[in-house]
């Protein structure tokens, strides 16, 4: 690792670890073989040897993405080993489209459901599906369907909501969840083109909704002056 791309001791980082996301993670110490952060104990994971990823900005290209493994543990406080050169994340990774799409969900030894996609991106979907038991940290596989292809990858609930049709009579549960997933670079392709291609329609269609309000104007003028 390149101590010198790494935050100063003091500043904090975010950290995926065993499915969660902790967002405020602090930096105590970093030299070129380790990196010791503190963290809540809840947090703490329980074994060395455990995987994790830590990001941090990388100005206007993105963020910084760096995979480790915990190799000390000393009560809320943990050295993270971390091989290599972190990568880029850029900032298009999170750009986020769609909406509508049939997404399958898949456990093990439970029904499959379907259900639809609110937006996605290249590392996570929302979508909403009914009467269906999620929770935080469940882990399941999701298909989702892109126009005429399909995506297919692993994926962890983060964030679950849920909440019962009451109006015009009562119905079934309405749950939304929010679940982040690992992909291959030709899955993150599909979706990243399928995301651009729905922005360029959409600029597309306000430019001609524009062009035509634009002409209805000016024939409405011209006919107000006519009349003069």
Avoid: C
């Amino acid at each position: 690792m390149t101590s010198s791309l790494f935050p100063a001791d003091g500043s904090h980082v975010e950290m995926d670890l065993g499915g969660r996301t902790l967002p405020e993670v602090r930096v105590v110490r970093v030299t070129d073989a380790t990196v010791t952060l503190s963290l809540a104990r809840a947090d703490v994971p329980l074994t060395t040897g455990s995987p994790v990823t830590i990001r941090w900005p990388a100005g206007p290209r993105g963020r910084y993405a760096h995979h480790g493994t915990v190799v000390r543990i000393d009560e809320n406080r943990i050295d993270v080993t971390l091989p290599g050169e972190p990568e880029i994340e850029q900032l298009r990774l999170y750009v986020r489209g769609g909406g509508g799409e049939a997404i399958l969900l898949v456990r093990a030894d439970k029904p499959q459901v379907t259900g639809r996609v609110h937006d996605i991106s290249e590392r996570s979907v929302r979508a909403h599906f009914s009467d269906v038991d999620l929770r935080p940290g469940d882990q399941m596989l999701l298909r989702v369907q892109l126009g005429n292809e399909v995506v297919e990858f692993p994926a962890t609930a983060l964030r679950v909501s849920s909440l019962r049709q009451q109006v015009p009579v009562r119905g079934p549960v309405m749950v939304e969840m929010v679940a982040i997933f690992d992909r291959n670079e030709h899955q993150a392709k599909i979706i990243r083109r399928y995301v651009f291609r729905l922005q360029t329609m959409a600029r597309r269609e306000a430019a001609a909704a524009e062009a035509i309000a634009d002409e209805m104007i000016a024939e409405m003028m011209a006919e107000a002056a006519n009349l003069r």
